[in-house]
């Protein structure tokens, strides 16, 4: 697997290496995510096949399983990962995807591997939850007020900048109290505290064209490391939700989570794992300690001559501007391009602004119209121009000095009104030509003016995204110059270096428009730096802590369901799960093996068989009355239980019997994992104030987490037990069949059952198609959870293990039958 930042990529480099591959005898795969104009999500590489579309030459569409099976497959990491969680969703080993993970490299893999995991990649259903409250809240947040900066009292709630948190302070939560009229926010209603911080985090600290834009009515994150949309990808807990709200669009129902992993996690199955990147020495002692991975690094290939200025720092935010602008004024006079760099959408978009109203012709590249990002980027070098990018991160084109004539030839046959993908190679010979005369030309230019000069406008969290910016000028030893423009107003500034910069700046005398240029400055914002990464790195290394937990669980969980899907001797897996019920049934109500037993503890006993599904038809109160211990009477019903599913396998047929089989362990493993997972998000969220406590809150996770995995184990043997002999056969009409004519009286209402003969969907050879009913759903129906195969549905209710338990005692589920 070679595993790309981005679509772009993962589609372009298969169409590069494809020729090479192919003559070495070697098959090329790759998979897209969902495709916004509905084309296909997955392609192999086949030389002269036909298509209108130039991104898409030499790419046959193909199955997702097909691209898989070829020899490399190319694909972005979230992909991968999301195959990998679907194919273990599945209900038949036919609709799994993904071949065993051998070797993979990742290309950009300090991005993946390092920036993108802080984020466990997820898989959710829908929850029903009305939108309401988050409209309520979305109304009345607005209304409270920000704590003056610098300030140690006032306001209704206040920022930390530093952990990027907001917090409630004693004044703002009487004020919402006083808003919702109620007495008590945590004593009310429970989803009003909860629905109060996501709204609060919504509105003061995440913000439209920065964390993200609103498109077509939704809500699209933005990267923060690459400035790249994510569409498909939301914010968990109900932030998203609450940004949906502030933003007046149509709340989307909140989820739970149906399958969760790490990139670290994911990455670790794989054999053999390697990647690439320009800038990954910064981060040497993680990919060692997460990965057990070295880094190498590789002498550029030419003597490297780009001149780095110092910073230069400003009092505010329009000083900064407008030094940017007057800089880029003088570079493109020059005749050099210039490539500015900028944090967030907002910020290129303000620039953009202040360009036009100079004159300056410019291009702009952010999350908002990267569909055209490649050929901003491949003409960034020509002569005067000006380029505005909110990240360069895993662009994965060159700023060729002079420009790139591939791409300025595309744009020649455009001019013309041709496709490049359909003319004739004499055409795009000529064209190719005529491009490379023009950009040779500028390159001469260029180079004389002092190649490519990058200006960045304010300096990330990471030194690395940084480097990157400054990367892309002084390639294979061409000239280029790279100088940061900084202000006191900067995100980094403000929450580490402002108060001593600004003090520098007050005994310098320096008026608003004036700048500081100082060696001593500059170590003051890497300082800053080191410490926002190293704090980072902290998050993510808690995060997989976390999740190893987790992963052990996850792990044999998926081992039971791949059991399941081989159909590797259920009938002796559901034998031994009654076995075990049983024996818990009777120690319960009849004791100790040895333990005589009682005429009451017999009948107790009897009423839960019963609803088991072992009935009085099989079960004789007489004869269990007869027997002299209670292990007798375990032994007697195990030999009843066992009797009974062979008497079913014989009357549905055994492959009928192995789906009902095979069905009712996936659904009980699938929706009782889903509530396992549930209760770990809720858990590890308030984990962390056992620390108050002087406890460790990993090791507490630990712990409990365990314990909840034990109680997993035998909720799964328990619904399992409890609804194999509940599970019915009904038969449903074909509705493709036709229907007969009312007879005298009656009226045509409903499906009629169709005339026999010709199987149905089900394939029983019979009208109907079967569908498993009755306690069927008892072994499962969580929010999404996996699918019955086609032609079995479940139909009925599933006792939830925090429900009020079914007897009438008062008690949950789990702590009284669920036992």
Known sequence: HVVTVNDYLARRDPQWMGPIYHFLGLTVGMILGQQSDGGAASYVFEPGYPTNDERLLNLRP????????????????????????????????????????????????????????????????????????????????????????????????????????????????????????????????????????????????????????????????????????????????????????????????????????????????????????????????EFHKIYTLEVVAIPTHRPMIREDGTDLVYRNERAKFNAVIDEIEE??????????????????????????????????????????????????????????????????????????????????????????????????????????????????????????????????????????????????????????????????????????????????????????????????????????????FDIRKRVVEFDDVINRQRETIYAERDKVLRNEDLTATISAFLDDDIDELVGRHLGAPNDVPTEDGLAALLADLVRMGIGPDHVDLDELVGLDSAAAVAEHVKGIADDMLDARERDVGPEAWSQIERFVLLRTIDSLWVEHLTELDDMRRGIGLRGYAQQDPLNEFRKEAFQLYEELSGFIRHQVASSIFRVTLQRVPDPNAPRPLPGPGQRARGAVPAAAGGAGPGGTGTAGSAVLAGAAAGAGGGAGGAQARPGYTPSGAKIGRNDACWCGSGLKYKKCHGR
């Open 331 to 536: 570079k493109v006079g020059q005749g050099r391009p210039v490539l500015v760099g900028t944090v967030s959408v907002e910020k290129s978009e303000r620039l953009a602004e202040l360009l036009t109203r100079r004159g300056i012709r410019h291009e702009v590249l952010n999350a908002k119209f990267h569909e055209k990002e490649s050929g901003i980027v491949a003409q960034a070098g020509r002569t005067g121009a000006v380029t505005i990018a909110t990240n360069m991160a895993g662009r994965g084109t060159d700023i060729l000095l002079g420009g790139n004539p591939a791409g300025l030839a595309s744009e020649l046959l455009h001019r013309k009104g041709l496709n490049p993908a359909e003319v004739d190679k004499d055409t795009y010979a000529a064209a190719l030509a005529e491009a490379r005369t023009i950009t040779d030309e500028d390159h001469v230019r260029v180079v004389e003016a002092g190649g490519l000069h990058i200006i960045g406008t304010e300096r990330h969290d990471s030194r690395r995204i940084d480097n990157q910016l400054r990367g892309r000028a002084g390639r294979q030893g061409d000239p280029g110059a790279s100088r940061f423009f900084l202000s006191l107003d900067d995100d980094l500034m403000k929450r580490f270096a402002s108060d001593r910069v600004a003090g520098m700046m007050e005994r310098l005398g320096l008026d608003e428009d004036s700048y500081i240029e100082s060696g001593i400055v500059g170590k003051t914002i890497e300082s800053a730096q080191s410490r926002v990464e190293g704090f980072n």
């Open 62 to 285: 193909v199955s997702r399983r097909e691209a898989y099976a070829a020899d490399v497959t190319y694909g972005t990491n979230n992909e991968f990962g999301f195959d990998y969680l679907r194919d273990n969703m599945v209900t038949d080993l036919a609709d799994r995807v993904q071949r065993e993970r051998y070797f993979g490299i990742v290309d950009e893999v300090d991005n993946i591997l390092i920036d993108e995991a802080r984020t466990p990649l997820i898989i959710s259903g829908h929850a029903e939850e009305s939108a309401d409250l988050y409209y309520t809240f979305a109304r009345l947040v607005p209304r409270l007020r920000e704590r003056p900066e610098g300030a140690e009292e006032g306001g209704d709630y206040y920022i930390d900048l530093k952990d990027r948190a907001v917090s409630p302070t004693e004044e703002g939560i009487s004020r919402i109290e006083g808003l919702l009229k109620i007495d008590n926010l945590y004593d009310a209603d429970p989803r009003y505290a909860r629905h109060f911080e996501q709204a609060l985090r919504a509105h003061a600290l995440y913000k439209r064209d920065r964390d993200y834009i609103v498109k077509d009515g939704e809500i699209v994150i933005v990267d923060e490391f690459t400035g790249r949309q994510m569409p498909g990808r939301r914010w968990s807990e109900g932030l998203h939700q609450a940004i949906e709200a502030k933003e007046g669009l149509r709340v989307q129902r909140e989820s739970v989570t149906l399958a969760t992993i790490t990139f670290q996690n994911y990455f670790r199955l794989y054999d053999k794992l390697a990647g690439m990147t320009g800038t990954a020495m910064t981060e040497a002692e």
